[in-house]
Nanobody, 118 residues
Framework: QVQLVESGGGLVQPGGSLRLSCAASGFTTDKYVMSWYRQAPGAERELVAYIIGVSGKTQYAEFVEDRFQISRDMHNTFLQMNALKPEDTAVYYC?????????????WGQGTQVTVSS
């Protein structure tokens, strides 16, 4: 059974950093596309970044502007977030799909809150 559990969220000041983790159980990430999405209050869920397990290819949303980095190992996916802005405040979700190209998740974690505020 595929399960995803996020951790690492919290309150951080503008300009600060956070590292989100997504622990995967029931599968290994090397045959999956692993992704991070976020959802701010009143907004739709949006893609932040994804990584293709079989190739290591990564893709980022434009708003990331080289501030974030996605990475993975066999059982975890990470999102290193630097130079955080108040507009990065959202619930961040980990997603997974058994695929070599399709980044739309078939499985979701429960989310972790990130708040950027002084």
């Amino acid at each position: 059974q595929v399960q995803l559990v996020e951790s690492g969220g919290g309150l951080v000041q503008p300009g600060g950093s956070l590292r989100l983790s997504c622990a995967a159980s029931g599968f290994t990430t090397d045959k999956y596309v692993m992704s991070w999405y976020r959802q701010a209050p009143g907004a739709e869920r949006e893609l932040v970044a994804y990584i293709i397990g079989v190739s290591g290819k990564t893709q980022y949303a434009e708003f990331v502007e080289d501030r974030f980095q996605i990475s993975r190992d066999m059982h975890n996916t990470f999102l290193q977030m630097n130079a955080l802005k108040p507009e990065d405040t959202a619930v961040y979700y980990c997603g997974a799909r058994h695929s070599s190209f399709n980044y739309v998740p078939a499985h979701w974690g429960q989310g972790t809150q990130v708040t950027v505020s002084s």
